[in-house]
Every structure is written in C-alpha cells, then in structure tokens.
C-alpha cells in the first residue's frame, strides 16, 4: 500500500464526511447495492448505495411533480433513475446510435438527453430495469462506469474540427486519458455484467493503482479544446488541454487546471473559478502532468467537506506555487511556459461545413439536448435514419447538440433528402440566440432544481427573440445559459447572459461572460420573474443596437458600458511572460 493509499484508506476519522466513509468500507464501490437491486419491497436503493450507485453511471431520483400526491396516498415516492452513457470525446458510431436510441423506448422514458459534457442520459428507468439498461449499454461497446462519482469523469474533446488538421490526433489523446483515469475495479462487471466474483466467489480487495480504496475526494472533469473553438469551456474544468498547432502539426499542449462551476446559495466560501495556466508539454508528457494533478488532488483534496472538495478549492487553500511545485515534482519535469493560442467562441456550428480532413461536417442545434420526436419535429426519427446509412460517426457537443461527422460528397447527397424530409436545415436557422442558448435538466427530473430550466428557456427565448428582432438583431450570436440552482451543470457563469434559479419562477440574472469562454458574468439582478427579466433586458438590448462598437458582442457592450463590472477573467501564464496573448 503506498503512503497515500495508507492515509486515504485510514478512513475511520470521525471528521472524515459520511461520503467518505461510505467509499471506504464500500470494498472497490460494492457496498450492498447488489442487495439493494434485488430488494423488492422499495424502488430504492439503500442509503450508502445512492452514494456508490453514482460511480457506476446512475443516479436515484424521483419524481417530483408526484412527490404530494403519492406521499397523500402513503406510498413512497416513484423512484427511478438516471443513468449517463459515458462518451469520451462525444464520438458514437451509427451502429452504437441506433441502439441507444432503441434503449430509450425499450428501458427509459423514450428520450435521450446530450449533456454539457458530451455524454448521453436515459431518465426514469426504473430498478428492475437497471441491470438490463446498463448491460445493452455494454452491448454497444460504450459504459457508464466513471460518468459520476468520486473519479476522473468523462473526458471531454473539440468536436468541431474546422481546419484543424491535428483533429483525430487529439481526439485520440481524450480517449487515452478517459481509459487510463477509468476505475479498475471489478465491481462494476461484477454487479452489472454478471461476471464472477473475483477470486471465485468471496469478494477479495481489487487493487485501484490511481485511486486507491477512496477514489478522490469529488468529481473531477477533464477537458481539451482545439482553437479557435472553446466548445468545451476548457477554463471551467478541474484540468485542462490547449491543443497547440504549428505547421498544421499538433506539438503539444498547455495545461490548465482549478476551474470549475458549483457554488451553493449562501455560502460564500464557495465559488465559480476559471483555471489557471500551468504550463506547455509535449504530448508525450501530457498524460503524465495530468496523473500528477490527479494525485495531486486525491492526496490534498478536503475530504470532510464535500462543498469545498474540488481541485480549486485545494489549489486556493494550499496556494498556487505549493500546487506547482508539487506537481512539477511528481511529474518529474517541469512546463515550459505557455505558448500563444486564440479562441474565437464557446458555441458550436451549424450547418454542412467541409473540414481540413476534407469530408463534411453537419451541426445540428438539439435545443436543451433533449431528443424526442416532437410533433413538428421528428429529432429522434431523422438521427435514426441517418444512422442506417451513415457511414461517419456522430458527435456529441458540450452545448448539447449534434454533429453528423466524415460524411462524403456522395453520403452527403443521401444524409440531404433525409433533411429535406423533414425540414431540419430550416430548423438549424434559429436565432442567434436560440443557436447559444443552454439549459440544464433541472425540473422534473433533478434532485436539486429549485427552478425550471431545459423546459423553461426555449419559452422565454421566444419572447426574447422578439425583442431581438426589433432591434434587428435577430442572427447576432449571443450567448444565454440558465440552470434550476447554482451547481452550473449549464456553465451560466461564461455566459453573455445567465440565469441561476433561486425559486420557482425566479432567477438571477448575470450579464457580460466572455463570448471565447474566457470571462465570468456578474450578477445584475437577483430574483426576477419573467416579466421583470423582459424589463431589464429589453431597454439593454436596445441600447445595444444603437450603441455597440463595430462587431462589439453584447458581453463586452455590457461590461463597457458600465451595467456591470467585468468579472474574472482568464489570467495569462503564471510565469507572466511576455506571450501574445488573446483569448
Ligand atoms: Fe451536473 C449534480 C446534471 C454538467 C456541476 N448534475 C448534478 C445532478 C446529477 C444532480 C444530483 O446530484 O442529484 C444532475 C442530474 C440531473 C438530471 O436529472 O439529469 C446534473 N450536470 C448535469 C447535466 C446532465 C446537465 C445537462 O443538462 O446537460 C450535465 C451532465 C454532464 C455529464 O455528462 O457528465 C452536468 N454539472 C455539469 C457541469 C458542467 C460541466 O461539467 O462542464 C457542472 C459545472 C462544472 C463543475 O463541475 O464545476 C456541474 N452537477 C454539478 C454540481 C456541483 C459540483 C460542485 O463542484 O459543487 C452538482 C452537485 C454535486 O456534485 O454535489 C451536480
Ligand atoms: Fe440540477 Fe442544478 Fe445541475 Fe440544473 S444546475 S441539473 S438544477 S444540479
């Protein structure tokens, strides 16, 4: 046992938060949940099995549109869970789409949910059903271990290639480091692939050469981003990638590290952070820099409170040279300084577009990630039927959209008639607005929603893109976030606007995110209804149109005209050197 598996596993100090307990007893994240899964007396799972569950790709919910109603009848809540498919890079092939989306009917709520972070959810599958859900998502050679919990989750790519001809490379080097950050445990083919008990029969301890028996003290998120395209807000991750180019060859990348989102109301030793540059490495060096920050966390992370656990809460508290100087030490070298990159946006692109590979690339805008046959929409059919003929592979973007990718000239021709079928270019050309807008789940299905969001924004954009029309700025690209609370699973902080729900109906507002990801919003408003959010945008948004600077965006505009102050904003290098620097 090395000496920080000794002082993680030493898991009986009483201060130690009952997560950790929980893990520490759990033998390689098996608790009982094998039990729990087999009791059929309650749709739940017990208490510490809600905890471990996480770790295997799903969550216990509820729903809580029927939490009155059924606690009036004396029964407990209709209990079901999420389960999130983890994505590395967001590529699935046809093959795989196609019986994702046949688990959406056969085991879900028959829809399939693309999240921020690339990956798909199925909601409301219920208990008996969760081992055959998770096993047909084996069949398609994709899992759910590592997408929650405790662990390094998955990781997160550029999907939008552009003229990028170091594309395929760096999309390799996200799945290189989603396989090496993935639990080895053999709980999870135990529990959910009825494979043997290690050791035949008596569960003996599995050895995690990373983790050790506690995993780390939260979640931790990984992300690359290829510029000009910030599309996966690498600056809001615990650990980052900053693919750099020359010559059109990929010679490395800067590392970034101590962002992320959660912060709690009230609770002001809490807060969102953008990451900090650390340095630039080879590729080769990449993966090890990026073991010594996860090391760096599981052995510094604040394992008694899980509301200040994260990697930028243990840099803030240790102090960013400790932080350097101890994973300059364990990785052995240390980064150059950074190099120079640009980026030009958070959002993704719509439409056919040729990419440097030479083959096309089609951006479809799925709004809130949720797909579903509407009745004027038929999403889930037309991804279907591409999917039977398609010979590329799909990718799922950070801002919970589509792309149809490597389709040919001839493919394209046939993936056409499908879009003309059933009028989805004419659905792409959505507002500017609509095209930047992301939405958290929240209600119903969210646990911790104190208001609407996925279900909520598309209503209120409509009324907003009124106002944007008069003001003939209808197809000007502005970026506009809303989450049920303040965890951030939308990113509202790096939005030109953001609405953080406080209550039913009301939101915060934030103006003046940086449009490339590389500036937080500041809060304008607090708790305002959707009468009140109208009325403060609307006389902003006019004042935009007569009074932006040329191709000033409405972040920038709001910031310089005084309605708020700037929020952080990326910081260069720490070693401050002289770099031509814009992002
Ligand atoms: Fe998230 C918890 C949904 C991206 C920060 N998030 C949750 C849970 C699981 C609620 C819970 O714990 O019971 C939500 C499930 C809702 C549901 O019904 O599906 C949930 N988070 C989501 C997704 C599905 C939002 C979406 O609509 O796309 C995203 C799934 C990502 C994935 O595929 O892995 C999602 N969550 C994020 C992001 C954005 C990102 O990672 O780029 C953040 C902010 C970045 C960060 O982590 O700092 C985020 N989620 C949280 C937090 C706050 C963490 C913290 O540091 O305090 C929680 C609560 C927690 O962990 O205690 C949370
Ligand atoms: Fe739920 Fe809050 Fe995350 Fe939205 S931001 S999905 S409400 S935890």
């Known amino acids: 046992m090395t000496q920080s598996e000794n002082k993680n596993s030493s ?115 219920f208990k008996k059903k969760l081992k055959k859900t998770i096993q047909a998502i084996n069949d398609t050679l994709l899992d759910t271990i590592a997408a929650c919990g405790d662990v390094n989750r998955n990781v997160m790519c550029s999907v939008n290639p552009g003229q990028s001809l170091v594309f395929d ?205 509407f009745e004027n929409l038929k999403y889930r059919t037309v991804l279907k039927e591409i999917a039977q003929i398609h010979t590329g592979d799909f990718r799922v973007t950070a801002n919970q959209n589509i792309i149809v990718a490597k389709v040919t000239d001839n493919k394209k021709i046939e993936l056409d008639s499908i879009l003309q079928k059933y009028g989805i270019l004419e659905y792409i050309k959505k507002s500017g607005l609509r095209r930047n807008s992301v939405a958290c789940v929240a209600l119903n299905t969210c646990t911790l929603a104190f208001a609407e969001a996925e279900r909520y924004l598309p209503s209120l954009i409509d009324k907003l893109e009124i106002i944007l029309a008069e003001n003939g700025l209808a197809n000007e690209d502005i970026t506009i976030r809303m989450t049920g609370c303040p965890n951030g699973c939308g990113r509202p902080w790096i939005a030109e606007i953001g609405f953080i729900g406080k209550a039913p109906g009301l939101y915060n507002l934030y103006l003046g995110g940086g449009f490339t990801g590389n500036r937080f919003n500041t809060l304008y408003r607090e708790m305002l209804n959707e009468e009140q959010i109208i009325a403060e945008l609307t006389p902003i948004i006019f004042s935009y149109a007569q009074n932006r600077n040329n191709a000033e965006r409405f972040g920038d505009f709001v910031v310089r005209n005084g309605y708020v102050k700037p929020g952080p904003t990326v910081l260069p290098d720490y070693r401050k050197l002289n770099m031509n620097f814009q992002i």
């Open 169 to 373: 490379e760096v999309q390799a080097f996200a799945k290189e480091l989603n396989d090496y950050f993935t639990p080895q445990t053999s709980a999870y083919h135990e529990i959910w692939l009825n494979k043997k008990l290690v050791a035949g029969g008596e569960p003996v301890e599995d050895f995690e050469p990373i983790y050790g028996k506690t995993y780390l003290p939260r979640k931790f998120k990984t992300a690359i981003a290829v510029p000009p395209y910030n599309d996966t807000d690498v600056f809001t991750n615990d650990l980052g990638f900053i693919a750099i180019e020359e010559d059109g060859k990929l010679i490395g990348y800067n590392v970034t590290a101590g962002g992320g989102l959660g912060t709690t109301f009230g609770m002001p030793e809490t807060y969102p952070r953008l990451a900090d540059l650390v340095g630039f490495v080879t590729p080769e060096r990449a993966l090890k820099l990026a073991e010594a920050i996860v090391l760096f966390q599981k052995d510094n992370g604040n394992r008694e409170n899980r509301k200040i656990a994260r990697l930028k809460y243990t840099i803030d508290r240790l102090g960013f040279d400790f932080f350097i100087k101890d994973i300059y030490k364990r990785a052995g070298f240390e980064p150059e300084p950074s190099k120079p990159f640009a980026f030009e946006s958070t959002g993704d692109r719509y439409g056919w577009e040729r990419a440097a590979d030479g083959l096309w690339y089609l951006g479809l805008f799925v709004e809130g990630g949720r797909l579903k046959d």
């Open 11 to 125: 898991a009986t100090n009483s201060k130690l938060s009952e997560v950790e307990k929980i893990k520490n007893s759990s033998r390689y994240l098996r608790g009982t949940l094998k039990e729990s899964l087999d009791d059929e007396l309650t749709g739940s799972l017990a208490e510490a099995d809600t905890q471990l569950i996480k770790f295997h790709g799903a969550y216990q919910q509820q729903d809580r549109e029927l939490d009155s109603e059924r606690k009036r009848q004396k029964l407990e809540p209709l209990y079901s869970f999420m389960i999130r498919v983890r994505v590395p890079g967001g590529i699935i092939t046809p093959q795989q789409w196609l019986k994702l989306d046949q688990i959406a009917d056969t085991y879900a709520s028959g829809t399939l949910k693309l999240t921020t972070r690339q990956a798909v959810q199925f909601h409301g599958i």
